[in-house]
């Protein structure tokens, strides 16, 4: 398995004269996967999951993300009036201020972090096993310590952390919805060539498949009700596999086999609550 960051500076220039965007890749890589998460000027901008063979199935989305705060201030970020409170970030309010990779005896991954409004930060850790076809990710939000108004000390603002979904991203093509998710339940998507699953590793999650008119969204996530600190707030990891063909189901249960923690057997249950 392989990691690589590639950084691409478009040497054209635009009509006025600006040099082009400037895009980063991070890659992870193994025999049965090619997943590369794309920067474009410092903002988050796209995925894209393939399998490596001749005209095999991909999947492409925006790389979105939301992080809903109920916000503890004067003014949250986007709003006009001090009481309104509730908000929703995602990719556009947040820019990558460094990367790092990791690998261990399981895999490899990178870490990219980024700085937020009003001292908040954001980690996205992308995860790709050995002999997988499933990339996993996740979302740590937390705020910068800084002097609080009114006092002569330090800390952070408390902002309630209601929400969080390592993916509310939009699908590219055209993926036909085979299973739209549910509570708790998996995404299925077919592919041209293959198909496609995602979900929340978490028995609550909130997994759906939205069509809309400008296309198909992915929303992965969970409700967290925890306030930031310096910290952070992790969520759980989010799942994305392909497959190699049609067998989407599968290929989902050989994904529950690898993430299990026991090998699956028969055992005996004791329930005496069917003799009452």
């Known amino acids: 398995m392989r990691a690589v960051l590639i950084v691409l500076l478009l ?3 635009t009509a006025g004269g600006a040099p082009d965007a400037q895009v980063e890749e991070h890659i992870l890589s193994n025999d049965l996967l ?16 393939e399998i490596p063979r001749a005209e095999g199935p991909f999947l492409e989305n925006d790389s979105g993300f939301a992080v809903e705060l109920v916000w503890n201030g004067w003014r949250a970020p986007g709003k006009a009036n001090n009481g309104d409170v509730f908000c929703v970030l995602g990719p556009a309010d947040f ?8 690998s261990d005896e399981g895999g490899q991954e990178w870490s990219l972090l980024f700085e937020g409004p009003a001292h908040l930060g954001l980690e996205l850790t992308v995860r790709l096993n050995h002999g997988t076809r499933t990339l996993r990710r996740r979302l740590r939000v937390f ?11 330090e800390g952070t603002s408390g902002h309630l952390l209601h929400a969080l979904y390592a993916y509310d991203a939009r699908l590219s093509g055209n993926p036909r919805g085979i299973k739209t998710g549910g509570f708790g339940q998996p995404v299925a998507l ?9 979900g929340l590793e978490w028995p609550s999650a909130d ?16 409700e967290i009700g925890e306030r930031v600190d310096s910290e952070g707030v992790t969520g759980e990891w ?5 497959t190699p063909d049609d067998r989407v189901k599968e290929g989902f249960l050989r994904y529950l086999d690898e993430i299990r923690a026991a090998p699956l057997r028969p055992y005996t249950l004791y329930n005496t609550w069917y003799d009452l």
């Open 11 to 13: 040497s054209g220039l």
């Open 34 to 49: 090619r997943a590369a998460v794309r920067v474009e000027n410092g903002r988050l901008a796209g995925e894209r999951l």
């Open 95 to 102: 820019r990558l201020k460094g990367s790092k990779k990791r």
């Open 143 to 153: 705020e910068r310590g800084r002097p609080l108004p009114y006092t002569k000390r």
């Open 190 to 198: 077919a592919l041209e060539g293959g198909g496609a699953f995602a």
């Open 207 to 222: 997994n759906a498949l939205i069509l809309e008119a400008q296309g198909a969204r992915l929303r992965c996530g969970q």
């Open 238 to 242: 989010a799942a994305l596999a392909l």
